[in-house]
């Protein structure tokens, strides 16, 4: 079984439309990350959790919300979704007792039209 | 501001050996990370340099020199399966990856 999994896998929606992408792990990480990756672009950090009540804002957060629901739930809202948030998202797990490598999900790939 | 640069696509022969380079400016530097990210997947991890010096992991191996700013990723024996973006990231002095473009490699026959 995956350690970090991410629902859905692709997601096809409409402009204004409120979506929300899922990323569980089972590695027992205590930071958990958002990212978003365009072509020619490096990943961008949207929202990082450093624990259940530690939210912080990435690069890049506008538009975007999240919600550490659990130690092992991490998920990022498009409150109202644009074309321009047409990309592939990744989810990511960290152990602060590490040196902090970064374990990715699968990623979902997401298509505002 | 905090910039990672490296090239943007690379060829090289099956068999061969082939560096990727990194050079980087940031806030604070707690490490550097290589990750390999084959074509719609996601990135996964190769190595971590912290200290100067080269970091040696089977075929693949990684060099930091924190007063240059500057690592590269050194991959021997060349596979087709290696064909794939590498990612070179910085963690800062806030403990975030700040992420390069990634070098597509391609590897010819």
């Known amino acids: ?113 | 501001g905090q910039n990672i640069d490296q090239p943007t696509e690379m060829t090289a022969t099956e068999g061969a050996i082939v560096q990727i380079n990194c050079t980087y400016q940031t806030s604070g530097f707690n490490g550097l990370f290589w990750y390999q990210q084959h074509a719609g997947e996601a990135p996964t991890f190769l190595s971590y340099n912290v200290l100067d010096g080269l970091e040696e992991k089977g075929r693949f191996s990684s060099f930091l020199s924190r007063s240059k700013g500057y690592s590269y990723l050194l991959l021997k024996e060349l596979q087709m399966k290696d064909s794939a973006s590498y990612l070179c990231a910085v963690m800062d002095s806030n403990y975030q990856l700040i992420w390069g473009a990634g070098t597509k490699l391609i590897i010819k026959p």
């Open chain 1, 1 to 113: 079984d995956a350690d970090v999994t991410q629902t859905p896998r692709n997601r096809i929606t409409k402009t204004g439309k409120r979506i929300m992408l899922e990323c569980s792990q089972t590695k027992g990480h205590d930071r958990m990350y958002w990212y978003r990756q365009d072509p020619g672009l490096g990943l961008r950090l949207i929202y990082y959790s450093f624990d259940v009540k530690d939210i912080n804002k990435g690069e890049i957060s506008d538009g975007y919300s999240v919600s550490r629901q659990a130690q092992a739930k991490f998920s990022l809202s498009l409150e109202s979704a644009i074309p321009n948030q047409t990309a592939l998202y990744f989810c990511a797990t960290s152990d602060s007792t590490d040196y902090n490598e970064q374990f990715f999900g699968p990623g979902t790939r997401l298509t505002v039209l």
